[in-house]
């Protein structure tokens, strides 16, 4: 009997998943999110007002991505390359374009700059989204491992930065 019980739960669980609407990147996601972003350094933390703004424009493949920090904007663009695939792009409006990938309602993006190597996530709910960005020094690589076929090197980049958010959808 517990076991026709536990089946039971399980069946109704799946049908209700099933029954959900998928939620589709960009469009689900729209609005301005707000909250604290927390920057840990080696030197300590500190706390920023932060806001993310995601919003449509004239194209239906480019919206409005902007950061806020401390009240100043940083104006981007989200250009769709590939929807199907999930496949976009960061447009910093100045020469500088950063490839994105989305998955499982999180989008992701490494880059490197000025010898930093940063990686970005923002993972998204459909109320609030958290926002991380990771960020190491080049120089600081460290290397393990032999070289060999066995044992390859292995190289590691300690984290210098992280910063995170939990920012919440605004009505």
């Given at each position: ?16 998943s ?47 991505y ?17 929807k199907?695939?999930?496949v ?14 989305f ?5 992701y ?22 926002f ?40």
């Amino acid at each position: 009997m517990k076991q026709i019980f536990l089946f039971l739960c399980l069946f109704v669980f799946v049908l209700a998943s099933y029954g959900q609407d998928a939620l589709v990147f960009p469009d689900d996601f729209l609005g301005i999110y707000k909250g604290q972003l927390e920057i840990t350094t080696p030197r300590g933390k500190q706390k920023i007002p932060m806001e993310f703004h995601l919003q449509v424009t004239d194209s239906s493949a480019v919206y409005n991505y902007v950061l806020v920090y401390n009240g100043k904007p940083r104006n981007y663009s989200l250009k769709v390359l590939d929807k199907e695939k999930k496949v976009f792009e960061i447009d910093e409006n100045n020469g500088i374009v950063l490839p994105v990938k989305f998955v499982d309602n999180t989008l992701y993006s490494f880059f490197e700059v000025q010898g930093n190597f940063l990686s970005s996530r923002l993972a998204f709910q459909r109320t609030q989204l958290e926002f991380e960005i990771l960020f190491t020094a080049m120089k600081n690589k460290v290397t393990t491992g032999k070289g060999t076929k066995e044992i390859p090197f292995v190289y590691g980049y300690p984290i210098n930065v992280v910063q995170r958010a939990l920012l919440r959808r605004q009505k």
